[in-house]
């Protein structure tokens, strides 16, 4: 159901000043990673942001957002104009969730356990559906962070390719908060270091094509070090709101 709020002409006019900026800056970065600017992708990050910013940013060319919580985005997607968009849920998901985002997204970058990849493959089969997600890797073995080490993930994948109805396409991190994008850099690197050396395994039924690293903060650093997805939310639509 559509919230009644007052529309910010000022918000809306920064939004499109915002995302155009990054996109050419994500364009830019990759250029000079020797890369080519359509091997990046940004992807616009929409938690605790209303509709309307949201689909002025598709209008300008979004075709991914990215979600942090499976009931904000359930009931903002009928007013989101989502033809064409590539939707991510990339928060941390608890199993009892599962039923309700599987099919609504087209991919799950929070996957950080056997457990959560086993009911999200159950429900798929369910639902007649497969779901790509994406392994979530605490690369800075942070405790009040999800994901696992590097050096489980070896092994967790191994499990995961076991199971039905459910790709596993790559990998996700948020490495710790950095004081410099060299320091940054450092995470990034090792990161995608873990993404070459799992891709040359060739586990069956793993794919290593999408590498998930950047945010508003730190996006250009993590394209200089591999990434493919960056995910920024507060650079393009204003700091959050909590409520």
């Given at each position: ?53 949201i689909n ?26 989502l033809d ?160």
């Amino acid at each position: 159901m559509t919230e009644k709020f007052l529309l910010d002409e000022d918000r809306l006019k920064a939004v499109e000043e915002n995302f155009l900026r990054i996109r050419d800056t994500v364009s830019n970065t990759a250029i000079k990673a020797g890369r080519s600017p359509e091997e990046v992708r940004l992807m616009a990050v929409t938690k605790t942001v209303e509709y309307p910013y949201i689909n002025r940013a598709i209008e300008l060319g979004a075709d991914l957002i990215g979600e942090n919580r499976v009931q904000e985005f359930l009931g903002k997607k009928d007013d989101l104009k989502l033809d064409n968009v590539e939707k991510h849920l990339i928060g941390h998901l608890q199993t009892n969730k599962v039923k309700q985002i599987v099919g609504e997204v087209d991919m799950i970058e929070s996957v950080d356990s056997y457990k959560l990849a086993k009911e999200i493959s159950k429900v798929s089969e369910a639902k007649g559906v497969s779901t790509k997600v994406l392994v979530e890797v605490n690369v800075g073995k942070e405790e009040s962070k999800s994901g696992i080490y590097i050096e489980q993930l070896e092994e967790l994948l191994f499990r995961i390719s076991e199971l039905e109805c459910i790709k596993v396409c790559g990998l996700m991190t948020i490495p710790p908060v950095c004081e410099s994008q060299d320091e940054a850099r450092r995470y990034f690197e090792k990161m995608h270091r873990a993404f070459i050396d799992i891709k040359s395994k060739n586990i069956d039924n793993i794919n290593m094509d999408v590498l998930s690293m950047g945010m508003s903060g730190d996006y250009e650093a993590a394209i200089l070090e591999g990434s493919n997805i960056v995910r920024v939310g507060s650079a393009i639509f204003g700091a959050r709101k909590y409520f």
